[in-house]
């Protein structure tokens, strides 16, 4: 049974319901969670599937991994510390051949988000660090201190959508030559610069999001773990991703509209353009979640779920 609400205080996983309903298609197959979290997801499968199911919960950050409480799941559980962009190895390595079902529920855990350590969150001081992977030598203090003008410039802009990343990015450099970047202050104050207090807070997410994706390679994890995820998958087995901004969303339902349909070979060109792909498209328009679920978990607003299904 899925439980009706979680117990007070406790992480709330986006869409739960919704990806455990369209996910399962066999209750006693292999499921992954390429982003383990706080492992909220993975336990509602898990309370959904029979005993002899195999579940893989893969995390960037070990820390998560470390600190789950296994209890009350049942079947074969393993965590994994990886980038799901490594999928197909770390599957291998575990002789798991196939796969039924695979979610990626992208970004960041709120309790991270929430740990100034981290250096995730504008609302606090912090490092400068924003590591999912706390093993990896790129920080967000590295970006801002060692990245020339034009990088940050791209940066901002590509990923953050801040039209004023040219300005931001100049003065950037020109602050860092007296004192080099360290605390989530620091950024904070070039932000404030160039931004009326009425957007100041839509500006800094957008910045530290910017910065966020650089530091983890967010995008291109996304576009090799989306590939490696269709490989890995059994035939009737299905993919579910939740994203969180449009930047994400676009580069998922771009992969799978690709996915979807290839080109027709030149034989059958006269006739038609395309042929079925690897992949049907379960959820044309995502899935949202309700304003209930808003109202519970205010995290969600922004969610969308999309699912596919491998066909062949
Ligand atoms: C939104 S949280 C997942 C929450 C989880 N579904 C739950 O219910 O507890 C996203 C998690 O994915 C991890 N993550 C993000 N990108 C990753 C990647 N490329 N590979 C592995 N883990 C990743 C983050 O460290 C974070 O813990």
Known sequence: MIPASPEPGSHIPVLMHEVVDWLVT????????????????????????????????????????????????????LLQHANFENLEQVLKSNKINSVNGILFDLGLN??????????????????????FDQ??????????????????????????????????????????????????NDLREIVAQFTPPKFFVKALSRVFQAVRIEVNHEFAALRSGLKAALNTLAIGGRLAVISYHSLEDRIVKHY?????????????????????????????????PSADEIQRNSRSRSAKLRIVERMA
């Open 110 to 131: 709120s309790a991270t988000l929430a740990d100034a350590a981290r250096g995730f969150s504008f609302d606090r001081p912090g490092p400068l660090d924003m590591r």
């Open 26 to 77: 066999d209750k006693n197959g292999v499921y992954v969670d390429g982003t383990f979290g706080r492992g909220g997801h993975t336990r509602a499968l898990a309370d959904q599937l029979g005993s002899s199911a195999t579940l893989v919960g893969i995390d960037q950050d070990n820390s998560l991994l470390l600190n789950f409480d296994k209890s009350g799941i049942h079947q074969t559980l």
């Open 135 to 184: 093993s990896q030598p790129l920080t967000a203090a590295l970006v801002l201190n060692e990245y020339d003008e034009v990088a940050l410039s791209r940066i901002l802009f590509e990923y953050g959508e801040e039209k004023a990343a040219r300005r931001m990015s100049h003065a950037i450099v020109q602050s860092r030559t007296a004192h080099p970047f360290v605390s989530t």
């Open 256 to 288: 799978f509209q690709e996915e979807s349909q290839y080109p027709a070979p030149p034989e059958l060109q006269p006739y038609q353009a395309t042929v079925p792909g690897r992949i049907k498209i379960l959820t044309h328009k995502p899935i949202l």
